[in-house]
DNA sequence: CTGAAAGCGCTTACAG
DNA sequence: CTGAAAGCGCTTACAG
């Protein structure tokens, strides 16, 4: 059984009020007096029961962040600058996979709201279905009730009234730089690995692309267009079956960087070269991007300084909803050259 | 502010003992009663409060992880295991980024025993050095006394009398393993990338190399044993310095995958092809080991498997202290070949 | 089947 | 400077 607060009281000779006051230090207490209590809690190796005391208080030190999956890079990079900016304010991090699930995602939200968690973080795409929407608002408001804050990071607010506050990422403008960057080469055809379908990310990502060849008045093929998921399998898929069909091409640009890194493999097995033969760029500029060979061409996402914008949003904000959008910007490697 | 249950009950007409048991669902209820009292939770939008649960029951539903970087594939990756276990048993994780300080990690270890979690996972390495063990012995008794379940994954027991399972990697076979493979291959002056000084698992893979040289009757030189830090750019750094220094050898073993993927950068910035030239061997065969091209021969270790034994040794263990070890073996890919 | 009451481990006005 | 008492939001014997 863990020793209690009473215990500690009993040995040192005190009330329990006196102990609870030289734990928190927010009250005079006689040198003296400290000194006992302060010994017998080292005696007795006295941890406080945070249970108890954020039942007083109803604050409980946690943030909890929800994502897909904490052991994809994309999201460790912002999980890690979440996890310390919290412990930079004290607070202990929840990470919760949801897979991707919206069931598994409001599960763990409604967890999160019984633990009296001090913000929550919701990270990642998210469906753009109406239902989930509602749902998503609904959810927003029960945290909001109870003293949560919220932010989402890389995903729209479910409606404008809703309340928490966004960070989110620059993903049209990155996929229109990166996009032009393969015209400026004099690429023409330019095949496209989509992300997973009805994913706010995934439709960002892919408007950026269109938008970039219709300002240079180059026509789009939805031939080369190929529906991924984000995994680097899709993106061997896809190329795969791009090259089995026979499709002619002098470019792909993929999602992310891990469909970028399958795309490469695929190429490399056909006996095909990068950049020689054919371009390849990747998005998010994992820290895996410089170990592809060749080193990927991508759009750099500052994965880490979200995660602590997000804080920085749920505890230093101004209380009012507020929206951050992260910049992106292309970085130019070896996977890349003129036609 | 939160919805309580005092405020359910009055809605219902009932006394907050029966909103209680229809909650719990572990008393009879009348039919009528629990359909009163889920309308009104569902009207008011209530969530039970998990701290005043915790409070009297003593548990939490959290289960604690504390590793070096949930950003390092290594980590994340027992981190998931983890995780999907324990949100198979209706548990939250919490997952503490140590950075590998002592200091941080005991204070976290304090900071979950105040939050009464059911079980900790301590994920990685541990430093070789006598206080830390005694540090570590202790925190293992406190967190016994509060009955939270402790259980070291990748980390020897720091005494053979501490509380606490262990699901231990052959960090020592697997090394032995993948030297075999380049010996067989014909190499004989292997350059050794370790891991940081003083950490068992950097002990354990160096001897494992040490031991199958010896067997095969091959010395050590030592002009070849570099020290590094499990990062990729301390493993390109290694390289580049036996290169400068004009050191001959024929192959490369880094005690983790990273450190490869960096000497096999460091490699060919100097024109030389892997693994025509020379042969390059990493460790853990991280998600990553077949992006780095060639595709990294390496040693596989179970990561998601061996955080699902952490949970299940926590929670389904049989109350004595266990200790199992995750079988590592070789896995052959294009960045090794004969001599 | 249901309610009144005690209690989990702490904190904090309220007295002194 | 310190203690007695009430209370945070629940659960669970104890009665009925």
Redesign the interface.
């Known amino acids: ?3 209690t607060l009473v215990e500690v009281a009993a040995r040192a000779g005190v009330s329990p009020a006196t102990v609870s006051r030289v734990l928190n230090g927010n009250y005079p207490v006689a040198e003296a007096t400290r000194q006992r209590v302060e010994q017998a809690v080292r005696e007795l ?1 006295y ?6 005391r ?2 007083l208080h ?1 604050t ?1 030190g ?1 943030v909890g962040v929800v994502l897909n ?3 994809d ?1 994309f999201f ?2 912002i ?2 600058g979440i ?2 900016a919290a ?1 930079g304010t004290r607070r ?6 949801s897979e991707g699930e919206p069931s598994q995602e409001f599960a ?1 939200l ?7 968690a001090d913000a929550v973080v919701l990270v990642g795409a998210a469906p753009e279905d109406e239902e989930f929407r509602t749902e998503s608002a ?1 959810r927003a ?2 945290l909001q ?3 949560t804050r919220l932010v989402l990071c890389g995903r729209p607010a479910p409606s404008p009234s809703a309340p928490g506050d966004v960070v989110a990422i620059d993903n049209e403008g990155g996929a229109r730089a990166i996009t032009q960057h393969l015209l400026d080469l004099g690429h023409r055809e330019i095949a496209y690995l989509t992300g997973p379908a009805g994913r706010t990310t995934t439709t960002a990502r892919f408007v950026g692309f269109r938008t970039a060849l219709e300002q240079a008045g180059v026509p789009l093929d939805q031939g080369l267009v190929l529906g991924g998921d984000f995994s ?1 399998r899709s993106g061997q898929l896809a190329v795969q079956n791009l090259l089995a069909a026979g499709k002619r091409f002098t470019a792909v640009a993929a999602a992310n960087d891990l469909m970028a ?1 399958g795309a490469v ?1 695929a190429l ?1 097995e056909a006996g095909l070269r990068v950049p020689q033969d054919v371009s390849v760029v990747g998005y998010d500029d994992l ?2 991007a ?4 060749p080193a990927l061409t991508t759009v750099h996402v500052p994965l880490e300084e979200i995660g602590r914008l997000a804080v920085e949003l749920a505890f230093g904000g101004s209380g009012m909803q507020t929206t951050v959008t992260a910049p992106t910007h292309l970085v130019v490697r070896d996977s890349t050259a003129a036609r």
Chains 1, 2 share one sequence.
């Open positions: 059984m863990p020793v190796d941890v406080v029961n945070a249970h108890a954020a039942l109803s409980s946690i999956d904490a052991a890079p460790a990079g999980a890690r996890q310390t412990a202990l991090s929840i990470i919760c996979n763990f409604d967890l999160l709201r019984g633990h009296r609904a408001k029960g009730t109870n003293g680097r890194a493999s490399r820290p895996t410089v170990d592809v060979w």
